[in-house]
Structure formats: C-alpha cells, structure tokens
C-alpha cells in the first residue's frame, strides 16, 4: 500500500486576517467609473460628469417591475446590498424609463 503525505505550511492569523478583509478599488490609479461592488455592497459612480445625474437602478428578482430610477451625485453613491442590486448604469436621456 502506498501513503502520500501533502505537507501545507501553517498560515499566521495576521494572513488570514488580512484575506478576509473587503477592499474596495484601488482608487489613487485610475477612477473606477459606472457600477461596482464589493462582497457586501454596491456602487455606482459617474466620472466626468454634471453635479447631478440620473441613473437605472437594476434590483434583483421580479424583473423590471422593481428597477427604479435614482437622481445621484456625480461622486460615489452606495447603491445597498451586493444581494440586492443586479446592475446601475447612466440614463443619458434624462428621463427614467421606469
């Protein structure tokens, strides 16, 4: 009979610890423009744009009977839960379809 042995090397706390943290982009490179998430939540920001802007809210289940429309600020905006929210993007025309 023939026994293999994988030897793993024991990880410190501190590397776990630092695995399991939730990071957002790396904004000091470039901006990370239109929707975005996280393992926790979801974003939508507009670059380049006037101070307010309006975007299409995609929520999760239900098809488009729960998509709102949402007048936001042209910085980050938390949109809620990763869960909750499908997509977001820019509504160029200015008037929500919804």
Do not use: Q
């Not at 490179?29 to 809210?57: D, K, M, Q, T």
Request: with cysteine; aromatic share 8%; charged share 25%.
């Amino acid at each position: 009979m023939l026994v293999l042995a994988v030897v793993v090397p024991a990880l410190p706390p501190s590397a776990l610890a630092d695995s399991a943290k939730l990071r957002e982009p790396d904004r000091s490179s470039a901006a990370v423009c239109g929707f975005w998430e996280n393992a926790i939540s979801a974003y939508y920001e507009h670059c380049n744009a006037p101070r307010r802007i309006l975007i299409r809210v995609d929520y999760s289940g239900g098809g488009e009977e729960n998509d709102r429309c949402r007048l936001v600020s042209a910085r980050r905006t938390y949109l809620g839960s990763d869960d909750e929210i499908d997509n977001a993007y820019y509504i160029s025309s200015g008037i929500c379809p919804v």
